[in-house]
């Protein structure tokens, strides 16, 4: 398995900010993701996060929206742009480790918009 | 259709007793399965996976896996308090994404 922190854990922001949020993994992986999930429902997800190349969005997400950094192979950022209350959520990052797709998830970020 | 899902629950059994959570899937090229189990205000952690038809066992857990069905479900024997939470069934599918049911919540009581 690999060790996953996310930061922050939680954060309460207005409408109309932004926020980072950074996934960080003790060891190096190829594919990392980025979920959505609103309370009481599943896991969307929003993008993969590609080293060295744009990320891939899922339909009904946008890179203005949801920009996503992934400088190297341990590390990477998603962006809420532009924050309204529907926003409210918490998003994951996973990784995915090479052998047999297993997914392994950070702690989470609680998003809440007012 | 969706692509996955679950049964919709949520699911209560007795302590000691035998849970059975199903999840059927949309995607026949699909060709690996995990179960995920998700306490209340935390995030997935995956507790079995397979990839080919038949059962897997481990402890407690056993995942079972029919292709042609399109079925794979997991078993919880000697149910325990502890269990309690949303298991969440995931397929990978050709295109090397996830894709999640909307999860089952299971109450096991003491």
């Known amino acids: 398995s690999a060790v996953i922190s996310q930061k922050p854990s939680r954060d309460i922001c207005q409408r109309g900010t932004s926020l980072t949020i950074q996934c960080q993994v003790d060891s190096q992986v190829t594919m990392m993701f980025w979920y959505r999930q609103q309370p009481g429902q599943s896991l969307t997800l929003i993008a993969t996060a590609n080293q060295g190349s744009e990320a891939t969005y899922e339909s009904g997400f946008v890179i203005d929206k949801f920009p996503i950094s992934r400088p190297n192979l341990t590390f990477s950022t998603l962006t809420v742009s532009n924050m309204s209350p529907e926003d409210s959520s918490i998003y994951l990052c996973?990784?995915?480790?090479?052998?047999?797709?297993?997914?392994?998830f950070g702690p989470g970020t609680r998003l809440t918009v007012l | 259709q969706k692509e996955v899902e679950q049964n919709s629950g949520p699911l209560s059994v007795p302590e000691g007793a035998i849970a059975s959570l199903n999840c059927t899937y949309s995607?026949?090229?699909?060709?690996?399965f995990f179960w995920y189990r998700q306490y209340s205000g935390k995030s997935p952690e995956l507790i079995m996976s397979i990839y080919s038809n038949g059962d897997k066992e481990d402890g407690r857990f056993t995942a079972q896996l029919n292709k042609a069905s399109q079925y794979v479900s997991l078993l919880i024997r000697d149910s325990q308090p502890s269990d309690s939470a949303t298991y969440l069934c995931a397929v990978n599918t050709n295109a090397g994404k996830s894709t999640f049911g909307d999860g089952t919540t299971l109450t096991v009581k003491p």
């Open positions: 995607d026949r090229g699909s060709q690996s």
């Open positions: 996973s990784v995915e480790l090479v052998r047999f797709d297993e997914q392994f």
